[in-house]
């Protein structure tokens, strides 16, 4: 991935020269911005000149350079121009757009800083920022989608301020991806009239694009290649043992190492196996200890992770929590750890310096099969070694099988003893596994990464924005069906699933037949379709599902005892499945069916067949899947998003788990980050959609406290949704958040007290999480909750066994009725108490009613919640405890 060119110092708005109402004069430009990175300590390579020279008289390029080449500065200059013609009244936008939200959010602060918050903004599905600035990062979807609306139906070129006058796409590889390269290729299909930067360090031939795109514009195609790599690169195919490999590299200085793995299991299991050498001295020890500080480890991987860098060992990966990863950043910026076990992407958007890249395969799983590394993916990775400003040299080390490692040590130990060599019973690779060699090091080492592959896809999504252009629709989809890159068999399937989707829109009333004239054909008109109702105005650039979860209310019942769970439900499946959460939860609840189906002597083979049908839980299915098969036929353009219900922050809160309960209770430690981004998504989403109609006490009480969940977990990823909101211009201001987020400064953790209506939803899961409990009779767990109050597993269960004695197993109710908010009683410091007297200072006073079979109501937990201690552990935490009657 594409990390961060460190920026010259001062904003690019003083360079740019004054309107004249005339076209920016080129050799001004390239002057102002030459002057402007010299000024703040870059001076431009001379790849860089060539491309800039090229792009400020008008022509496209191709920056195929290698990575740290400086292609970022490139397209700085290129955003400089464009808003430099666009002050001029001369162009429209101009576009930059890349494969990850997380990148396109980092290229916005960079951009903010160059040109102010008032000329940039920023689409990616879920976020909208100054849309209408003249600077716009997007993902490549968004940019798509804009291109399919934009595109000019009359020959005619687009012109005013919403033209799309250049695009800067980043990492133009992604045009080859089987799923998303469609998104890639649609703008040069559809943007004639736009001026194209397209970069990559591993394009490969592009002969074919440079000359697809000279015919399709009529603009002049430069590619400027071949650049020289500023910090060279060596390559070697190790066969020593890996431990002995790493301490090699760190003891000759040749360290920082990222050492590659292709799964996140792997790379921690590679970490806790270096545990065992001596990565760092007492002094370095020393030094990682007090670079660390007071950062807060949460349990689970957090406790692993510290344990690794206190001995000079990061891990880095995306399904870690984003503080651990910008931590990890951190200390390697600053020397300390010579060691980083990561997956091949190296980390998403990483910004450290590697002096080394040490791969452990050259074989991974593409999600369908084991297969040889391409030798794009293994140049993109090789090209991260090498520091430019730190290193004169890189370097990339493979290592060799294991088996061929494991012989060749044994062929040392034997010596020049031929007998002990005879004895050598050589191990082979494992049965049925992608092996690779030496020579498969030495071909992707030496190859050229492989031509890009078109893999356009139509969708409704794509129909529906063509048909919604002024002019002939059906024309517009004819160019795209005959101008797209695949081949002829290729698009004549492209061809029937046009067919198949406009016969869908017909049913569904939203398309018609019409007729435009044309004298050119006998009968003086040719057939033609038209939308015949009004599209939503971002209906393919934001949440598809948004308007499905807001109508989806309506079928709420806001009285109901479980109405904001319903909501939340209801959000959950619009979102993205969080599949490591999904198939945790599936799993125990097939170990759960197992248990119960064993108990009632169900034979083995119909034990596995009722287990096919066991899945993770997913509320209001029955209510909101035949509810969005509706929705679907009056509105197609969702026709191609797919439901999906789910329980995460359902399953959370009806079973009062805190983060680290749920990251226990499905075994996730390794994607915390998957878990939190999720939790992040959803309360943008909880927060944004739902009606004010449905935002109940309840519902703003689970907002609050999912807000404060995230937060208190990670506030990074809520930090900078709302800087997103609220970007600022003061420079300075801008370099000193830049400089926090890089170190992998933590902010301020707000005491879990601080927000009432949050801390009210923990103290009452708290409370209902001990209803579940003793409700199992899981008097054991509940006595590790409560043993200091002195409540440990026996007083709980002498406690509630009146109660199981005289109403039997099922005495203690946990469904929807049980946790009505009519059951618990909340009290604050002052108010009056059952007996007359007041709630103590820094105290509340709280009565969880219990649900009893009997329906009589009169057992309950009443607690204390000491707000200062609870402030202090960052949870809940209670002071007295008593079971029993009231």
Known sequence: MTTTTPRPAGTLLPHIPAP?????????????????????????????????????????????TPTGSGKSMVAMGAQFAALAANRSGRGGRTYYTAPLKALVSEKFFDLVAAFGSKNVGMMTGDSAVNPDAPIICCTAEILANLALRQARN????????????????????????PQRGWAWQVPLLELPDTQFLLMSATLGDTTKLREDLDERTGRDVAEVAGAERPVPLEFAYVVEPLPDTIQELVETHRAPVYVVHFTQKDAVDRAQALLSMKLADKTEKEAITAEIGAFRFGTGFGKTLSKFLRAGIGVHHAGMLPKYRRLVERLTQKGLLKVVCGTDTLGVGINVPIRTVLLTSLVKFDGERMRHLTAREFHQIAGRAGRAGFDTLGEVLVMAPEHVIENRKALLKAGDDPKKKKKIVRKKAPSGAVNWTDSTFERLRDADPEPLTSNFTVSHAMVLNVLARDGDPVAAMRHLLTANHDTEAVQAKHVRQVFRIYRSLRQSGVVERVRIPDAARPAGYRPSARLVVDLPRDFALNQTLSPFALAAMDLLDVDSPTHALDVVSV?????????????????????????????EGIEYDERMELLEEVTWPKPLQDLLEPAFATYKQSNPWVADAELSCKSVVRDMLEKAMTFGELVSAYGLERTEGVVLRYLADAFRAVRQVVPEEHRTEDVHEVIEWLGELVRNVDSSLLDEWERLQNPVDDDADLVVEGELADAGAEAPARPVTGNPRAFRRLVRNAMFRRVELAAREAYEALGSLDATLGMDADAWADALDPLFEEQGDDAIGIGPEARAASLITILEPGAELPDGSRVPDGTWWVRQVLDDADGNRDWAITAGVDLAASDEAGQVMLRALRVGTI
Do not use: C
């Open 571 to 599: 959000i959950e499946a619009t979102l993205d499945d969080p599949r490591q959460v999904l198939f945790g939860q599936q799993k125990t609840a097939r170990g759960e069916a197992i248990a119960a189906m064993k108990a």
């Open 20 to 64: 004249t109402g005339k076209a920016p004069d080129p050799d001004v430009l390239f002057e102002s911005f030459g002057t402007w990175a010299s000024d703040g300590g870059r001076p431009l390579y001379p790849h860089q000149e060539e491309a800039l020279l090229e792009l400020m008289t008008g022509s496209h390029v191709i920056l195929a």
């Open 154 to 177: 009359d020959g005619g070129p687009l012109t005013g301020d919403d033209a799309i006058a250049q695009v800067v796409m980043d990492e133009f590889h992604y045009y080859g991806d």
